[in-house]
């Protein structure tokens, strides 16, 4: 097969029809293997086409503007993410993320920059570029209820699909039914009911509840005190956030 078809076919957002096994070839499967990673939660992993979050892909969540409930279930992939020696990028989150927590859960704060983009678009231009960059591990980035042409997301798609970084969009859940590129988009809902509203590969419209166990080993608490606006420098590939405090 030639040699950038078969690059194609091995790329995570490319979709081949699951009733035609055959189709799958060794070579992408070992591939697929490498390019995901545990949620930390056995019974999200089950449902989940890669058994965990798809690397080098755009994965949305959806959940009510200002709450933050979704951060809990990344703390595990935080965690296994903060051995690798790259920045975990936040931009413009809602609250900023209390540091006496994140340390109790093994993450060091020190690989984490909060970016805080005046507008539109300067969170696209940012979030963008960051996808871009082989300096992260993690891209959170949070948008607003205000509309997104798809086009503008499938520029972030190709971005993410470019690098093996765990990146999520956080979106409003009043725009659940608005189409987009993603790999995966999932609803959060209580902070413990996790329901798929798409997943390339696998099934949709599942809904997980957490127990209880599930949910308290991974709370996140999220401090309420007035974010500083952040001055961002690109710098040789590299992210300085000014004036910013975790």
Not at 159 to 172: H, K
Not at 198 to 205: H, S
Request: with cysteine.
């Amino acid at each position: 097969m030639n040699k950038k078809l078969q690059e194609i076919i091995n790329r995570p957002d490319t979709w081949i029809a699951k009733e035609h096994p055959n189709n799958l070839s060794i070579s992408r499967n070992e591939f697929l293997q490498g390019k995901s990673l545990s949620t930390g939660f056995t019974s999200i992993d089950d449902v989940l086409h890669l058994n965990g979050w798809p690397l080098g892909a755009s994965i949305e969540i959806f959940e009510p503007i200002h709450t933050n409930g979704s951060m809990n279930l990344l703390l595990p992939a935080m965690k296994h993410l903060n051995r690798q020696n790259r920045w975990q990028v936040f931009i413009a989150p809602p609250y900023i993320p209390y540091a006496p927590m994140l340390l109790s859960k093994g993450i060091d704060i020190k690989k984490i920059l909060l970016i805080h983009p005046k507008n539109k678009e300067e969170l696209l231009w940012t979030t963008e570029q960051t996808l871009r960059s082989t300096t992260c591990s993690t891209v959170f980035s949070w948008f607003d209820s205000k509309q997104y042409r798809y086009s503008e997301l499938k520029r972030l798609q190709l971005a993410a699909a470019e690098g093996d970084m765990l990146s999520i969009l956080f979106r409003d859940d009043k725009t659940k039914n608005t189409q987009a590129p993603s790999v995966l988009r999932l609803l959060i809902s209580n902070h413990r009911r996790v329901t798929v509203l798409k997943q390339r590969g696998g099934k949709q419209d599942i809904t997980i509840q957490l127990t209880d166990e599930e949910n308290s080993s991974t709370q996140l608490k999220i401090s309420k005190r007035e974010k500083d606006r952040s001055k961002l420098s690109l710098i040789e590939n590299h992210y300085i956030v000014e004036n910013s405090k975790i």
